[in-house]
Structure formats: structure tokens, C-alpha cells
């Protein structure tokens, strides 16, 4: 029943992230659980937006462009499972997700190419924002005008805490990387970072967290324990198995979307809310071991998601924009898609970064489609057509429908 579904941890939205510390930003063995639940209990989760409250709802992108991406992700956690051991698998039913009461708005943002960018920097370099408003289950925006749909609504981050043995392996391999190409812009990873730096309730002991800080790894890539996979599907009725790497496995949940299209290439790219997650835990004694030791987490999506019958497709093949051939490149092949529809949308009177925000924010559906037909991958994302208010279709003689908006449309975008 829901009247006995437990909080196990709440926030204050009127307070900073970093005054709260249920909350953390990094990933270590060490960090303490704020939190306690035993397997088979239901439980509650509050959950500030990815940014600790660093977007406001306005119509300008000063805030995305000056985010501190230092400080993100902020989760909540981590919670200890009673029972669970190194080996085990660690089932998370999600079982509902809520908008926290007074806060029924999103934002969705392109990054600026030097605070890390998107998968299109290249081409929209600027930072940008689009505001949503959430009524029930759907989400308008007037910064993208034209356009309702209905949320998959969906945790970005769910995962359990490293060993030090895997952490170390995080770090070691990331840096190699990085060492690769140390000035690129964006950069090719994110690397321990003092700057910013939440460890949660390891706070009140400065001496341990000066130990750890240096070590402790960022939140923003998925890895082996899961973490930050913005796996659209991942929604209501969900079931997921994360591997467990230390006693307790220290569960953190977090970076919650209303809505996201698959990719998320606007890097903040689904609907960031505040919210609350409810879950349920269940343990499968050994289970990385019994089931073929996975090195990636599994789940099976849930039954709850929007119905939509009419698509309307792009593709891309590895093709470059410069004419170049590429061999099997299902990024490249990805990215064309995505330059294809924004560019086919744009003759409807929409800016290239409106429909940006748009393929990142919206229930789009991305596949690779063939991946052995030398020497062109072929990937597609297909709109769904009836989230759209005018006919998408091509006509003969051009499009007819023009968007004509009020909205400072010039606001989104953060000034030069």
C-alpha cells in the first residue's frame, strides 16, 4: 500500500545540493549509505535534478552556459541493502516516479562546446535551453513551439558503488585516454576533479574525504556498475540487475527525466525534473557468477509507455559531412541521421537548435539498423508524428505550416 511506502531520503529544494548530504557527486567505495532498506521493501527515493539546482525556469541559457559540470551528478545515496555481498546481483524494481509537488517544470540543454559540448558540437557549438511544462503526463515547451507529448519518465542514474579494485581500473583506463589527446575541447573524459567535489555525508569527516577525493571517480559515463546509462525504457514497471561490488552495495539513483529521445545527444538532453523514485530490492545470491559474468548490467523494460502508431524516419550512413567514406561507423551513421531530420525541420521555421533539444528531449526512437553491409553502417531516429500539431509529411510544391511563435526564441540561446 502506498501509505506505508517508506522515505528513505528526502531533499530540500529550497536549499543548495551541497548543504544536504544525502546527497554526492562521486563515486568511491568508501562513501557512507545515508540510507538503509532490506531486500523485498518498498521504498521511497527524493531526487534533486542532475544539476543541484543550478538551471533555473527562465528564458535564458546563461545558467547551462556557465554550468558547473564539476558538480554533476548530484544522486541520492547511497543506500545500503542489508545482505548483499560481492558477487550478488541486486534486482531494483522501479515502481513509480513523481515529480516533486511544486516543482512540475524541466529543462533540457545543449551544452557550450567548452563545457563539454554534445554529440553535435560541432555543428551547434552555443549553449541553449529549452523550459517545459509538465501537466500530468504531458510536456509542452514554449521555447519549441508546436509540439505535446507524454513522458517516459525514467531514472538517468541507477547503480551501485565500485570496489577500489574496479575503481582503479575506472581511472586507470580513462586516463589513458585522456593522456591521448589532454587538450581537446570537449574533452575525450572527465577525470577525478577535486573542483566540485560532494562526497555526502563523508563531508562531516574532512580528513577522510581529503583521502578519498583525489581518487573518487566522476558519475557522468555508464559503467560496469551500471551508473549513468539515460536508457529511456528504463521506466515504470522496470526491472533492473545491477552487479554488487562491495558489502551493502550502495545504491544511488538519480538524474530523473520526464522524457528523453534515445542518445540524449543534447548531453542534458532529456527533461531534467526533481523528483521521487519509488523502488523495490531483491537479491540473487552470486548471480554475476551464475549467470554468465556479465560485465554489464540487465533489465527488462516495463509495460507503462506511451503509444504511438505513425513514425517518421531519417537515416544515416558513414558518410561524412565532408563526403569522406567511413567503414561501419555507427556514430557517424547516427550523427547524419540526426543532421538529417534537424535540417528537414528547420524548413518548418524551427532553429537548428530548437529541434536539437527537441530529438534529445522527446520519445524518439534511434537504432542501428544494419551494421554488415560494407562499408556503410545504416542508423536511423524516427519521430513519432503525432507529438507535432501540423502535417510533418513531404509535400509537393514544399511545406506549408510555418512556426510562428512569440517566444524570444534568441533567449535560449546564451549570448556570446
Request: charged content about 20%.
Amino acid at each position: 500500500m502506498q501509505g506505508t511506502t517508506r522515505t528513505v531520503i528526502s531533499v530540500d529544494l529550497t536549499k543548495s545540493a551541497r548543504s544536504q548530504h544525502v546527497l554526492h557527486n562521486r563515486l568511491h567505495p568508501d562513501l557512507l549509505p545515508v540510507a538503509s532498506v532490506h531486500p523485498g521493501e518498498v521504498f521511497r527515493v527524493e531526487c534533486v535534478d542532475f544539476s543541484g539546482g543550478q538551471i533555473a525556469n527562465n528564458d535564458s541559457a546563461e545558467d547551462v552556459l556557465n554550468v558547473d559540470l564539476n558538480q554533476a551528478h548530484y544522486l541520492s545515496g547511497p543506500i545500503q541493502v542489508e545482505g548483499a555481498e560481492p558477487g550478488d546481483y541486486l534486482e531494483v524494481e522501479i515502481l513509480e516516479i513523481q515529480l516533486l509537488q511544486g516543482h512540475e517544470w524541466g529543462f533540457t540543454g545543449i551544452l557550450d562546446v567548452k563545457n563539454g559540448g554534445g554529440f553535435l558540437y560541432d555543428y551547434f557549438p552555443r549553449a541553449a535551453k529549452a523550459i517545459w511544462d509538465i501537466e500530468g503526463i504531458y510536456a509542452s515547451s514554449r521555447h519549441i513551439p508546436g509540439v505535446r507529448f507524454a513522458g517516459l519518465i525514467h531514472p538517468g542514474y541507477l547503480g551501485t558503488a565500485p570496489s577500489q579494485e574496479l575503481l582503479n581500473k575506472w581511472n586507470h583506463r580513462e586516463a589513458e585516454l585522456f593522456a591521448t589527446d589532454p587538450d581537446r575541447i570537449p574533452a575525450l573524459a572527465f577525470l577525478p576533479d577535486e573542483k566540485g567535489s560532494f562526497l555526502g555525508a563523508l563531508e562531516n569527516n574532512p580528513a577522510v574525504a581529503r583521502k578519498i577525493v583525489g581518487e573518487a571517480a566522476r558519475s557522468l559515463p555508464p559503467r560496469e556498475n551500471g551508473g549513468n546509462c539515460d536508457i529511456k525504457n528504463l521506466s515504470r514497471g522496470s526491472r533492473v540487475w545491477l552487479p554488487v561490488y562491495v558489502p551493502g552495495a550502495k545504491l544511488s539513483v538519480g538524474d530523473l527525466h520526464f522524457s528523453q529521445g534515445d542518445g540524449e545527444i543534447a548531453f542534458c538532453g532529456g527533461i531534467e525534473i526533481a523528483g521521487a523514485i519509488t523502488l523495490k530490492t531483491k537479491l540473487v545470491k552470486g548471480g554475476m557468477y551464475l549467470h554468465g559474468n556479465l560485465r554489464n548490467p540487465i533489465f527488462m523494460p516495463g509495460p507503462v509507455e506511451p503509444r504511438f502508431s505513425r513514425y517518421i524516419t531519417f537515416q544515416g550512413i558513414s558518410v561524412d559531412e565532408q563526403g569522406i567514406q567511413h567503414h561501419l561507423d555507427a556514430t557517424l551513421s547516427y550523427k547524419q541521421a540526426a543532421l538529417n531530420c534537424i535540417d528537414y525541420f528547420k524548413r518548418f521555421g524551427y532553429t537548428g537548435e530548437q529541434v536539437y533539444l527537441l530529438l534529445s528531449s522527446c520519445p524518439c526512437e534511434g537504432r542501428i539498423n544494419a551494421i554488415v553491409d560494407v562499408p556503410n553502417a545504416c542508423c536511423s531516429i524516427s519521430i513519432p508524428t503525432e507529438i507535432i500539431d501540423f502535417d510533418v509529411t513531404p509535400k509537393e510544391g514544399g511545406h506549408l505550416v510555418k512556426i510562428t511563435t512569440n517566444c524570444p526564441l534568441q533567449a535560449v540561446l546564451a549570448k556570446l
